[in-house]
């Protein structure tokens, strides 16, 4: 099992989510954030007075899917979420040893 992490622009959600659902991710997370990387935000002016925007929005989506379907889900939330600009965000890849569903103790692949 693997876990992606992905940083998104907020405008992309619905897209990524619906091309996860048709790639056959079942479970998602998605957790409100701010953040940037290398461009560390931009300037903006409000009343002639110029400020800077350090903190961004942006949505981390996250999903643990069995090694099978991970390329799969990478290759969806990248053909929804790229525009080729700048902030369109990153995805992180980690193995995952083990899931376990607390309803019914479920473990492994047969918990996601």
């Known amino acids: ?29 998605i957790l409100e954030a701010r953040g940037h990387g290398r461009q560390k935000g931009h300037t903006e002016f409000y009343r002639g007075r110029e400020y800077a925007v350090d903190l961004l929005p942006k949505i981390k989506l996250e999903t643990v899917v069995s090694d099978e379907l991970a390329e799969k889900a990478v290759n969806a939330i990248i053909g929804a979420a790229q525009t080729g600009s700048i ?26």
Request: proline content about 2%.
């Open 1 to 29: 099992m693997q876990k992606i992490e992905a940083i998104i622009q907020p405008g992309k959600l619905d897209a990524v989510k619906e091309a996860l659902i048709e790639a056959g991710i079942e479970g998602i997370t």
């Open 87 to 112: 902030g369109d965000g990153k995805i992180f890849i980690t193995r995952v040893d083990d899931a376990i569903r607390i309803r019914n103790e479920d473990r492994g692949e047969n918990a996601l």
